[in-house]
């Protein structure tokens, strides 16, 4: 079982920068592709990127491409959201989720969830 505690949310002006950390115990963090989601209110979950297991295959929502990047540290049991150029259409609560199998735009595929933070991005 893996568990996932993510990090570095917070409130951020229009134009501005956050990295979100997601941090996974076990030991067998090199075997799950990694995704992150995000869903606003009223909204379905959607995906924003996902990373396979080595890192060679990244996948990207439209919306993001370009001003988001995803990344990962097997070293350190670590997946990464570097999200640039942040806009207010940004904001919602960011997940990070854990497949085993394949890397995948499907959030039904992925087998663990952290609890989520929370991204305001401001006018």
């Known amino acids: 079982q893996v568990q996932l505690v993510e990090s570095g949310g917070g409130l951020v002006q229009a134009g501005g920068s956050l990295r979100l950390s997601c941090a996974a115990s076990?030991?067998?963090?090199?075997?799950?592709?990694m995704g992150w989601f995000r869903q606003a209110p009223g909204k379905e979950r959607e995906l924003v990127a996902a990373i396979s297991r080595s890192g060679d295959t990244t996948y990207y929502a439209d919306s993001v491409k370009g001003r988001f990047t995803i990344s990962r540290d097997n070293a350190k049991n670590t997946v990464y959201l570097q999200m640039n150029a942040l806009k207010p259409e940004d904001t919602a609560v960011y997940y990070c989720?854990?497949?085993?199998?394949?890397?995948?735009?499907?959030?039904?595929?992925?087998?663990?969830w952290g609890q989520g933070t929370q991204v305001t991005v401001s006018t």
């Open positions: 989720a854990a497949n085993s199998l394949v890397v995948s735009r499907r959030a039904g595929e992925y087998d663990y």
């Open positions: 076990g030991r067998t963090f090199s075997t799950y592709a």
